[in-house]
């Protein structure tokens, strides 16, 4: 059963189509890579399903539910959520606070004005559970502007995590990371995916099982210089599913 | 929550009790210590202590800089004299009522619109909406009074009628009352940005994007903080008024709203008590810059300017400086 599909989606930038009549589809429970070189239309797509962008024409679909108006604050109440290419933290906030307000939003707990936030031990338990899960529990009192790249980055997909969604983006979860920080992230993600995505020049290219990707000669002609196998699928490419 | 931290917040308990318990103590003091004039000040910079302690809740946590808060302190006053004037109320229950309505109603209107933009345009809509209550106030005359204001006479505290002698009222009667309200504002302010509203605020203020992407609406957040800082801006304006005695435009133009800017920027924006700390050097300074020189204003531009130079985070940043440097191990 499909848990989010978009048809014909288009999104331009100027002369520029950067999505061009995108048909995608993420089943559910289901662990998706989205990959293709710079500029193949990864991370508008991402944009455009989380609510980030709109789109030019097209649509999509969630749990059989139209939500191409939807606001992003809307998409989220419905379960999607997403990590940032480029960290989007609450830098002045510890990293403890960082998860929490995912956890609060979630609960829909953050219009309370006049209960005092640390009194509510249930979410900053769970809060520092998530922290932990990501390697990032003894870093909960330390602000996330004051953290490294790697685990900025963590704390990025720990944000979204936290938040339970039912279809989880992460968009470019390892760029800019060592490739020692790398792990713990890939570990969270899941090594290998069950479907790989290919994108090119706003159009998908090719859509398949690891192994049918990697025997796709097209895909192979198309990214001349990247090694289509398994693993490097994960260092340049967008995943999805929860 | 881990060990650590719960020891951190118990840490954080005790030192803030070691320096507000001299201070409550002071406080309580000062009207048995100090002569009429320098209680007189220090009412002055409680009630100021308020109005900015509301406008940080825009700028420090949620990060919108109001240039137009002297239209909710204004409201506030004005509504007094009004109370006064039209419907010969003479409660400071009532007055704080009808100041919280009125200042909660035109934050509302104004919020709506101001709301929708930040950084520049947020500033500029507020200063401007600001003004179009300053010109009401200055150019309906029959109403207002005009330059000459609407007098706003000694209230009931409680029930209970003032003391004669007016001085001897505002030095001890109204001076515990204000003290009163400033506390309970205090204990309500330091509530509202320890919930988790306040953090989403300052979720909102550090990350607008990543706000909205954890499913906070940002603009009804946005119009909430809004609404609250008038609220507590009219408070602010609503004990001014029985002190100062005379409602006038002065309290809505956009120099004072400046001035309000300026407290929380030489208190220091980022910490909590930082506005008061500079509501309270502010109304000082201008005070003693007044009786020393006719040009006064000349006086204390300049030491604003070089204490902004020399304290870019205010006077609470230049302290938690220095308490950082104490504990440093050498």
């Given amino acids: 059963m499909s848990l989010l599909t978009t048809r014909a989606l288009a999104k331009s930038f100027g002369e520029n189509r950067a999505v061009n009549s995108v048909d995608f589809v993420v089943k559910q429970g289901e662990v998706l890579s989205l990959i293709g070189s710079n500029g193949a239309g990864k991370t508008t797509l991402v944009n455009l399903i989380s609510g980030l962008y709109r789109p030019d024409s097209g649509s999509i679909v969630f749990e059989e539910r139209d939500v191409s108006r939807q606001s992003s604050y809307e998409r989220i109440k419905s379960g999607i959520a997403r990590s940032f290419q480029l960290v989007n933290l609450f830098d002045q906030l510890s990293c403890l606070d960082n998860v929490a307000l995912s956890i609060f939003s979630r609960e829909g707990k953050t219009l309370k004005l006049a209960t005092l936030a640390s009194r509510d031990r249930a979410v900053w338990e769970e809060a520092q559970g998530v922290l932990r899960q990501f390697g990032l529990d003894g870093k909960a009192a330390i602000t996330a502007g004051a953290i490294s790249h790697g685990e900025r980055k963590l704390l990025d997909v720990a944000v979204a995590y936290a938040l339970r969604p039912k279809l989880l983006f992460l968009d470019e979860p390892t760029s800019g990371v060592s490739t020692r920080e790398k792990a713990p992230i890939m570990d969270i993600v899941f090594r290998y995916s069950e479907r790989i995505v290919v994108m090119h020049q706003g159009s998908i290219l090719a859509d398949g099982t690891p192994d049918e990707i990697r025997r796709n000669d097209e895909v192979t002609t198309t990214l001349i210089g990247t090694h289509v196998t398994g693993e490097p699928a994960f260092e340049n490419g967008n995943h999805a599913g929860r | 929550m881990s060990a650590d931290l719960t020891m951190q917040k118990h840490r954080s308990l005790l030192l803030t009790l070691v320096w507000a318990a001299p201070v409550a103590v002071a406080l309580l003091a000062a009207p048995h210590v100090v002569g009429p004039f320098h209680t007189l000040t220090l009412m002055y910079g409680l009630v100021f202590g308020i109005a900015v302690l509301g406008f940080n809740l825009l700028l420090g946590y949620t990060g919108l800089l109001s240039f137009g808060h002297s239209a909710y302190f204004g409201a506030g006053a004005y509504t007094v004299a009004f109370m006064v004037k039209y419907f010969k109320v003479a409660s400071m229950e009532l007055f704080l009522a009808g100041s919280v309505l009125i200042s909660v109603i035109i934050s509302l209107l104004f919020g709506v619109v101001c709301v929708r933009y930040t950084k520049i345009f947020f500033g500029i809509l ?109 408070v602010a304006g609503a004990l001014w008024a029985p002190l100062n005695g005379l409602a006038t435009p002065d309290v809505l133009v956009w120099t004072f709203s400046g001035e309000i800017v300026f407290m929380a920027v030489l208190g220091g924006f980022n910490s909590f008590i930082g506005p008061i700390v500079g509501a309270m050097a502010f109304t000082y300074l201008k005070t003693y810059a007044v009786g020393f020189t006719v040009y006064w204003q000349l006086l204390l531009g300049t030491v604003l300017v070089v204490l902004v130079l020399a304290l870019p985070k205010g006077i609470m940043g230049m302290v938690e400086l220095l308490v950082a440097k104490v504990r440093r191990p050498r």
């Avoid at chain 2, 320890?194 to 300052?202: C, E, T, V, W």
Wanted: charged share 15%.
């Fill in chain 2, 126 to 234: 507020t200063l401007a909406l600001s003004q179009v209550l300053w010109s009401l106030a200055f150019k309906f005359f029959w109403v207002t009074g005009g330059t000459d204001g609407l007098r706003v006479p000694t209230p009931s505290l409680l029930g209970t009628a003032p003391l004669a002698d007016k001085m001897e009222f505002l030095a001890f009667q109204y001076y515990y009352y204000v003290l009163a309200v400033f506390t309970v504002c205090v204990i309500v302010m330091w509530v509202i940005v320890h919930s988790p509203f306040g953090k989403a605020l300052q979720a909102i203020r550090d990350n607008e994007t990543r706000a909205e992407f954890i499913g906070i609406r940002i603009r009804r957040y946005r119009l909430i903080a809004f609404v609250v800082s008038g609220a507590f801006a009219g």
